[in-house]
Nanobody
């Protein structure tokens, strides 16, 4: 069982930056691929980024490539999402997830989910 707790969301102006964190419980954190998804009101949950257990591979959704960076610190059981050049369309609830697949970009690839943190980007 893995429990995930996101933090770092908030209100930011367009062009600004935020860093989200996701703290995980358990002793096998490094064996999980970690992902970030987001869901805006009335929309489907969207893949944002993922990082494999060792941190050697990262994947990004097309809408955030070049602006967002995912990273992890296995010693701290934490995954991060650095979000730069934020746009109003980035406004959503951001969710952290953990899964066993190496290449994991779908909701179904993840077993555990956090409660989400709200990110609001004003224009």
């Amino acid at each position: 069982q893995v429990q995930l707790v996101e933090s770092g969301g908030g209100l930011v102006q367009a062009g600004g930056s935020l860093r989200l964190s996701c703290a995980a419980s358990g002793r096998t954190f490094s064996s999980y691929t970690m992902g970030w998804f987001r869901q805006a009101p009335g929309k489907e949950r969207e893949f944002v980024a993922a990082i494999t257990g060792s941190g050697s591979n990262t994947y990004y959704g097309d809408s955030v490539k070049g602006r967002f960076t995912i990273s992890r610190d296995n010693a701290k059981n934490t995954v991060y999402l650095q979000m730069d050049s934020l746009k109003p369309e980035d406004t959503a609830v951001y969710y952290c997830a953990a899964g066993r697949r190496l290449y994991a970009t779908r909701r179904a690839d993840y077993e555990y989910w956090g409660q989400g943190t709200q990110v609001t980007v004003s224009s």
